[in-house]
């Protein structure tokens, strides 16, 4: 529980931590990847990975936590930006490669260019068309960059 909200999976949380925690198929790197969808509309956000640390964080915090590949460290969703994902749900899929965060996503914006969601781009006669509107000037949402992300 996390600032009065029930966390994405109390009952994991007492079940142990060893016995959840290991029933992923981490692959050879320690990660897993993992779809944040929006919890109303059921739309995808964002993909992203997460090792096991990232999986413990978010599931004792109730906010989405990855693992930055770029970076190599763990990535806190919303650390820079605010745009923090209060986790619902958490699915781990049939073969148990995949994760679903069912995810309310504070302030409306999932994406680092500044939009809902990262899947923003439609193929439309062979093209990548722009389907949705920057919401938010990626500059504004991380002023501390020197070069925002884009």
Request: proline letters at 5%; glycine letters at 10%.
């Amino acid at each position: 529980m996390t600032d009065g909200v029930p966390g994405p999976a109390a009952g994991i949380a007492s079940a142990g931590v060893a016995s959840w925690l290991e029933q992923p198929a981490w692959d050879e790197r320690g990660l897993i990847a993992a779809v944040a969808q929006e919890a109303g509309s059921g739309r995808v956000l964002m993909v992203a990975w997460m090792n096991r640390e990232a999986l413990a964080e978010t599931v004792r915090t109730g906010f989405a936590t990855y693992w930055s590949r770029s970076r190599q460290r763990l990535w806190r969703k919303g650390e820079e930006s605010g745009h923090r994902q209060q986790v619902q749900l958490l699915q781990l899929d049939c073969d148990g490669d995949a994760l679903v965060l069912q995810v309310v996503q504070v302030g409306g914006i999932a994406c680092h260019t500044g939009r809902h969601s990262c899947f923003f781009r439609n193929l439309q006669a062979g093209e990548w068309v722009v389907g949705e509107p920057v919401l938010r000037d990626p500059a504004a949402l991380y002023p501390s960059r020197a070069t925002p992300p884009v």
